[in-house]
């Protein structure tokens, strides 16, 4: 029997209804109540498959691509069959395979037609995919100390350096896909290492402007800030609407009409700035200009990509009915990271209607939040006061279950809060090495919410409430960061006092986070090479 259906947890009960509705219809090859419309395959899988798609069940249907299957009736039949299977080049086949389908436009064309045998030929040595990983995160690494000499060679090294280190970074996934070593491990590894090489590359820029008199701390912090916002908009609006029910929207159907136009898809996946793209970007900037160029072509270009991709789904969101599930509501709550005063404000506070509620109140305490920061005099108390305020509004803000058709916009409202709040008290301080201090801080608590997502995207639900308790929530720590400035007012301390929660928040998350991923065996999903 030709064919094959596996189904997702959460679709069992469709697919045992499929079962129940396709034996009554026989061999009719038709969904039960749809009898009109027709069946292109009509093996038993095919009409469950028909039968769940035709009930509200999303269902995908992968290509064969290459590979030949054939159920043959007599000896011709199967001659032919056993032809057409000795006519595929494996070899080839493995080597298509083992590149990404839907990858951007700098990675498909500059990297991936080289970066394929690369792999092959690391499996043929016996290397692994996590070797090849970590040879990235080294080589990135060596690039963020190269640009940190201030020197045109360093940059020209490091620009070089980078290009390569990405080249390894996907030649581990291509590896792994060739020689089909797929681990809980080799994934965390390759998710985690993608952050750790854009930061450090970002500090080594940053290190290297200052030996040259050029103070671009804040351009690196805000570039990572907003990097962090966009992912997060990604996440959220991926886990509030992937297994909504009537998911459709005429901007969704404009968007699956430009696909048939081939310029437009390249166009779209360059427009958001992909991994692959904004590396090359960085790595030809930084040899052949300065920092501050780097940062602010890197600024522009993602605040672009982010208006751009927030614009799409903000429409998508307006114009689709859909009823989001509850599992989409946990996984926005959860990745809100609502620490103790949220949550028990949640509990015991005003509970607020409307369907746009939550968003809106978050908005609003963010807002508040920052403009407290940019506006009130450093260290003024009025922001300990804002910080409250904004504990307060935040916790408001999830007191209901998120299913509105724009709750998605509250994690990344909470992250643009904090991470900027801490952006803009370190940069107004004057004090050395604040800014820094705040890098590291905010590189802690990042990798802490991308850690969350790959858990939610695993499946295995977020973080311990205990690792979310000791570190504070997004209130607690914008909370601390407003008390910490205002009894360390334009004094080195303040410094110290942000490089202590930072080393504090990283050691608890990595602990938490290096235990979890060794001994969960859970998947660990990537974000990067997705279209955003």
Same mark, same amino acid.
């Given at each position: 029997?030709?064919?094959?259906?596996?189904?997702?947890?959460?679709?069992?009960?469709?697919?045992?209804?499929?079962?129940d509705?396709?034996?009554?219809?026989?061999?009719?090859?038709?969904?039960?109540?749809?009898?009109?419309?027709?069946?292109?395959?009509?093996?038993?899988?095919?009409?469950?498959?028909a039968?769940?798609?035709?009930?509200?069940?999303?269902?995908?249907?992968?290509?064969?691509?290459?590979?030949?299957?054939?159920?043959?009736?007599?000896?011709?039949?199967?001659?032919?069959?056993?032809g057409?299977?000795?006519?595929?080049?494996?070899?080839?086949?493995?080597?298509?395979?083992?590149?990404?389908?839907?990858?951007?436009?700098?990675?498909?064309?500059?990297?991936?037609?080289?970066?394929?045998?690369?792999?092959?030929?690391?499996?043929?040595?016996?290397?692994?995919?996590?070797?090849?990983?970590?040879?990235?995160?080294?080589?990135?690494?060596?690039? +963020? =100390?190269? @640009?940190?000499?201030?020197? %045109? *060679? !360093?940059?020209?090294?490091?620009? $070089?350096? /980078?290009?390569?280190?990405?080249?390894?970074?996907?030649?581990?996934?291509?590896?792994?896909?060739?020689s089909?070593?797929?681990?809980?491990?080799?994934?965390?590894?390759?998710?985690?290492?993608?952050?750790?090489?854009?930061?450090?590359?970002? +500090? =080594?820029? @940053?290190?290297?402007?200052? %030996? *040259? !008199?050029?103070?671009?701390?804040? $351009?690196? /912090?805000?570039?990572?800030?907003?990097?962090?916002?966009?992912?997060?908009?990604?996440?959220?609006?991926?886990?509030?609407?992937?297994?909504?029910?009537?998911?459709?929207?005429?901007?969704?159907?404009?968007?699956?009409?430009?696909?048939?136009?081939?310029?437009t898809?390249?166009?779209?996946?360059?427009?958001?700035?992909?991994?692959?793209?904004?590396?090359?970007?960085?790595?030809?900037?930084?040899?052949?200009?300065?920092?501050r160029?780097?940062?602010?072509?890197?600024?522009?270009?993602?605040?672009?990509?982010?208006?751009?991709?927030?614009?799409?789904?903000?429409?998508?969101?307006?114009?689709?009915?859909?009823?989001?599930?509850?599992?989409a509501a946990?996984?926005?709550?959860?990745?809100?990271?609502?620490?103790?005063?949220?949550?028990?404000?949640?509990?015991?506070?005003?509970?607020?209607?409307?369907?746009?509620?939550?968003?809106?109140?978050?908005?609003?305490?963010?807002?508040?939040?920052?403009?407290?920061?940019?506006?009130?005099?450093?260290?003024?108390?009025?922001?300990?006061?804002?910080?409250v305020?904004?504990?307060?509004?935040?916790?408001?803000?999830?007191?209901?279950?998120?299913?509105?058709?724009?709750?998605?916009?509250?994690?990344?409202?909470?992250?643009?809060?904090?991470?900027c709040?801490?952006?803009?008290?370190?940069?107004?301080?004057?004090?050395?090495?604040?800014?820094?201090?705040?890098?590291?801080?905010?590189?802690?608590?990042?990798?802490?919410?991308?850690?969350?997502?790959?858990?939610?995207?695993?499946?295995?639900?977020?973080?311990?409430?205990?690792?979310?308790?000791t570190?504070?929530?997004?209130?607690?720590?914008?909370?601390?960061?407003?008390?910490?400035?205002?009894?360390?007012?334009r004094?080195?301390?303040?410094?110290?006092?942000?490089?202590?929660?930072?080393?504090?928040?990283?050691?608890?998350?990595?602990?938490?986070?290096?235990?979890?991923?060794?001994?969960?065996?859970?998947?660990?999903?990537?974000?990067?090479?997705?279209?955003?």
């Open positions: 029997m030709p064919g094959a259906l596996t189904a997702q947890p959460e679709a069992r009960p469709a697919l045992a209804s499929a079962l509705t396709t034996a009554e219809t026989g061999g009719a090859g038709v969904p039960a109540g749809s009898s009109a419309v027709p069946v292109a395959d009509r093996t038993l899988p095919g009409r469950l498959a039968t769940m798609d035709a009930g509200g069940t999303a269902v995908q249907r992968p290509e064969l691509g290459s590979l030949v299957a054939a159920v043959p009736a007599d000896e011709p039949e199967r001659a032919a069959a056993h057409a299977r000795d006519a595929v080049d494996d070899e080839a086949v493995r080597l298509r395979s083992a590149v990404k389908a839907h990858d951007g436009f700098f990675t498909t064309f500059f990297i991936s037609p080289y970066s394929r045998y690369i792999a092959r030929w690391c499996a043929r040595r016996g290397l692994t995919p996590n070797q090849v990983t970590t040879a990235s995160l080294l080589t990135a690494l060596i690039a +963020a =100390g190269s @640009a940190a000499t201030g020197t %045109r *060679g !360093g940059y020209i090294a490091a620009g $070089l350096l /980078l290009l390569f280190s990405f080249v390894l970074d996907c030649t581990d996934g291509q590896l792994a896909r060739y089909l070593q797929y681990s809980t491990m080799g994934a965390w590894l390759d998710a985690t290492f993608d952050r750790a090489k854009e930061y450090a590359y970002y +500090a =080594g820029l @940053a290190l290297g402007a200052a %030996r *040259g !008199g050029d103070d671009v701390w804040a $351009l690196a /912090l805000g570039a990572m800030v907003l990097q962090a916002c966009r992912h997060v908009i990604d996440f959220s609006f991926n886990e509030a609407n992937h297994d909504a029910v009537a998911n459709s929207s005429p901007t969704a159907a404009l968007s699956d009409r430009l696909d048939s136009v081939g310029w898809v390249w166009l779209r996946r360059m427009i958001v700035l992909p991994i692959g793209e904004r590396w090359a970007m960085i790595a030809v900037l930084t040899a052949v200009t300065t920092p160029t780097v940062f602010y072509a890197l600024l522009i270009g993602c605040a672009f990509a982010a208006c751009y991709t927030t614009a799409g789904r903000l429409l998508r969101s307006l114009t689709r009915k859909a009823e989001r599930t509850d599992r946990r996984a926005l709550a959860e990745l809100a990271d609502s620490g103790p005063i949220a949550q028990f404000v949640s509990v015991v506070g005003p509970r607020l209607g409307g369907s746009w509620s939550a968003p809106a109140t978050a908005l609003l305490a963010g807002v508040l939040m920052i403009a407290s920061a940019l506006s009130q005099p450093f260290g003024s108390w009025h922001t300990i006061l804002a910080a305020v904004y504990a307060m509004l935040s916790g408001m803000a999830v007191s209901r279950p998120l299913k509105g058709a724009l709750d998605w916009l509250v994690p990344p409202a909470f992250r643009a809060a904090e991470y709040t801490v952006l803009v008290l370190a940069a107004r301080s004057d004090v050395q090495g604040a800014l820094p201090a705040a890098f590291g801080l905010v590189s802690a608590v990042a990798y802490h919410h991308y850690d969350t997502v790959y858990r939610i995207r695993g499946g295995t639900g977020a973080p311990p409430q205990w690792l979310v308790r570190i504070g929530g997004h209130e607690g720590r914008t909370l601390v960061v407003a008390v910490l400035a205002a009894v360390f007012t004094h080195a301390a303040f410094t110290v006092a942000l490089t202590a929660v930072a080393v504090a928040v990283a050691l608890v998350v990595l602990v938490e986070s290096i235990r979890f991923w060794v001994s969960s065996g859970a998947p660990a999903v990537h974000d990067e090479g997705e279209t955003a």
